[in-house]
């Protein structure tokens, strides 16, 4: 039986059906095959009972966040920040990409927002300098991986949701992860622009550098009082969401004052269409896991793994090499959805920190946006950029590596997401 059930859910892949559908097909195939048509009654329970957690809340309000701060000017001040800062070294627009990248991390949390956002800005900006459009379009790709691990997060309010982890927790123990990243892509930009002699631009004078870190002052406030809120117990990772869009708001219409009242209407239509995808995705991937728990699939998994060995350091190692496969196929929240529940026992069975293994687990399906067939992030950068699929996925290899080398760090060296955790009392 359940040998045709996957056989359903590939097909439905192949078919170019939204993984999310595929999901939801899939459970009612197995109710269909296995006779449990009764559970058909239960199913639109099911799905809203998925939904039914405060912590999600932080979704759409982060999101409505983002909306706020593109259109206010926040996002451009930022980059422009960047640009005066190290735009004079070679290679200095690579390092603006990278820089920007971690700067907005900490205000959009999804790694396919951000790409799609810096490809239109970065990349024909790299491009009138001399730079390659395919490593243009791969180095946006690659950094932008960054957005889920710095704080804050939604595939961490997600995790944590499902785990019964602490989300500020998890907050904290992605930024020395995420700083580890910007400052791999940073090697590798450093070493490239002296093999490949990068172009750079005119040195900005102190004065204009200063000029431009003031005026991005206010756009910083927005991660400064998210993490200090948080930190102080001033507010709940939920509610700094909430406190993060009224900061975003007042920055863009009072500061800057480039948001314009008029721009609202599609503001809130953006934020609901992108909060509408994400929690149907969450809905489907809830009721698929009522497929899983029904056939024992996480007991299996756990028995299998146990019978390999029973030292953390190769689980480890088998965990990050099955979901760098999963994350070939499968769209990281609802990988994520699926698969909490399946290793969780295993976190507890072999001692592992549930923080520790939620940033592994996290950036194991964020490096997935870089992966082929399914890798989102690939399609994205691919149309915004007009760049060849073939062609992005060869630039953006070395950076898949460096990014899967760097995962390996943060992996078997526990202090990178528990230092700050621990000394915060998470």
């Not at 097909?11 to 009612?28: A, D, H, K, R």
């Not at 791969?138 to 949701?161: D, H, R, W």
């Amino acid at each position: 039986m359940i040998a045709l059930v996957i056989l359903a859910f590939v097909v439905f892949l192949l078919m170019g059906i939204p993984i999310s559908l595929v999901l939801g097909m899939t459970t009612i195939v197995y109710f269909l095959v296995t006779g449990n048509t009764m559970l058909l009654e239960s199913t639109p329970q099911r799905l809203y009972s998925g939904m039914e957690n405060f912590g999600l809340l932080a979704i759409p309000l982060f999101m409505l966040t983002g909306e706020l701060m593109n259109s206010g000017g926040i996002t451009n001040r930022l980059v422009v920040f960047a640009r005066k800062l190290v735009g004079h070294v070679r290679g200095g627009l690579a390092y603006v990409t990278v820089i920007s990248n971690m700067f907005l991390a900490s205000i959009l949390g999804s790694a396919n927002a951000q790409a799609a956002m810096m490809s239109k800005v970065m990349v024909p900006e790299m491009e009138k300098e001399g730079y390659n459009r395919e490593f243009s379009s791969a180095l946006t790709l690659a950094s932008s991986i960054v957005a889920p691990i710095i704080p804050p997060s939604m595939i961490f309010i997600i995790y944590g949701t499902l785990s019964g982890t602490s989300i500020g927790g998890l907050f904290m123990a992605g930024i020395i992860p995420g700083t580890i990243f910007g400052i791999g892509f940073v090697a590798l930009i450093a070493y490239l622009g002296y093999k490949n002699n990068f172009p750079r631009s005119e040195r900005a004078s102190f004065a204009v550098i200063w000029s431009s870190f003031v005026k991005v002052l206010p756009a910083l406030l927005v991660p400064f009082v998210i993490t200090v809120g948080i930190l102080s117990g001033a507010f709940t990772a939920t509610e700094s969401a909430a406190v993060a869009s009224v900061i975003a708001f007042g920055v863009g219409k009072f500061f800057y004052r480039e948001l314009k009242w008029r721009s609202f209407p599609e503001i809130l239509v953006n934020t609901v269409i992108g909060t509408a995808t994400v929690t149907f995705l969450i809905a489907m991937a809830n009721l698929f896991g009522w497929l899983i728990a029904f056939e024992q699939i996480p007991q299996m998994i756990a028995n299998s793994m146990l019978s390999i060995s029973d030292n953390p350091f190769v689980f480890l190692l088998l965990v990050n090499i099955f979901l760098l496969v999963i994350g070939t196929l499968l769209d990281g929240i609802a990988a994520l959805i699926i698969l909490v529940p399946v290793f969780m026992p295993l976190v507890t069975a072999f001692q592992i920190d549930p923080i520790h293994f939620g940033v592994i687990i996290c950036i194991n399906l964020t490096i997935g946006l870089l992966t082929p067939p399914v890798g989102t992030g690939l399609f994205i950068v691919s149309s915004i950029a007009e760049v060849k699929f073939e062609r992005l996925i060869r630039a953006v290899m070395p950076m898949l590596l460096l990014g899967i080398a760097m995962l390996l760090i943060v992996t078997y060296w526990e202090q990178t997401t528990l230092f700050i955790p621990r000394l915060l009392g998470f």
